[in-house]
């Protein structure tokens, strides 16, 4: 049974229920109770209301994820790229299928140096939330179509929600995909900032073990800003890490649950404590 029908089927239930003895009021108290659970499971990154998610590294593991959202981005990401390479740490991309078909160089590139891609959209259209079944299914198959023609490779089966939001359609089709979600434990809230000191901070606050952070490496489509930010930020938590002595993973898909890259999980083993 799907998580929100948990939810529908006793509130419901009750409301047949008590409608004929008490009227309306705790008819309408049920439904307010109702939004307030679906408001939850659609908004907060660790609901698994409507499909499973994961919003941090296996247990055990000793490491964490950074993970990129929105790209790739002509700027932004080969540098970003570059300074995971010189601080000889592993990260994960969720791209958006319009970018991908213009720089498909940068997938190839983050694959061959041993990072993780997954899909976001192609569209990374706001309404994604209101679409039908068909409608979603067309944008994630198009993402996932853009990153096997750029890649050479099956698409990924990484999936990370639009703004993090799910519903019920969202979960069906995601399910349907045999895709494995993946939302956050801590949120840059970079897409707005102007000041990267701000968004590090907020960043390390949430470095610890296990840790899935969230930053934007680009921009949804025509909704284009300057990303030098991003690569500032990923330049001092960096820093951060190597100086915490934490090793940053790439996700992978293990069965129809989260894994991390295998070459990534031997040094991360060896970094534990
Ligand atoms: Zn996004």
Not at 186 to 202: F, P
Request: charged residues 20%; contains cysteine.
């Amino acid at each position: 049974m799907r998580g929100h029908l948990l939810v529908d089927v006793p509130m419901v239930s009750a409301a047949i229920s008590l409608y004929p003895s008490y009227g309306l009021a705790p008819v309408a108290w049920l439904t307010a109770a109702s939004l307030l659970i679906h408001s939850w499971g659609v908004i907060n990154p660790r609901s698994s209301l409507y499909l499973p998610v994961h919003w941090r590294l296996p247990r055990g593991c000793p490491a964490v994820a950074l993970t990129f959202d929105d790209g790739p981005n002509q700027e932004a990401t080969p540098r970003i790229l570059d300074l995971l390479a010189e601080h000889r740490q592993q990260a994960t991309f969720f791209l958006i299928g319009e970018h991908v078909r213009r720089h498909p160089q940068l997938v190839r590139r983050m694959l061959a140096e041993g990072h993780a891609i997954g899909l976001h959209s192609d569209s990374h259209s706001r309404l994604v939330n209101c679409w039908p079944p068909h409608l979603v299914r067309r944008d994630l198959e198009s993402c996932a179509a853009a990153i096997g023609e750029a890649s050479g490779q099956p698409p990924p089966l990484l999936y990370r929600p639009v703004v993090g939001l799910k519903n019920p359609v969202i979960g069906f089709v995601a399910g349907r995909l045999g895709l494995v979600a993946v939302t956050w434990s801590c949120r840059a809230l970079d897409t707005t900032a102007i000041d990267a000191g701000r968004v590090v901070a907020r960043l390390t606050r949430g470095l610890a073990a296990r840790a899935i952070l969230v930053m934007h490496d680009g921009f949804e489509p025509r909704r284009a800003n300057d990303r030098t930010i991003a690569v500032a930020v990923a330049r001092e938590l960096l820093i951060e890490l190597a100086r915490r002595q934490l090793r940053s993973v790439a996700l992978a898909v293990d069965g129809r649950r989260l894994g991390v890259a295998k070459s990534a999980e031997a040094d991360a083993v060896a970094l534990a404590p």
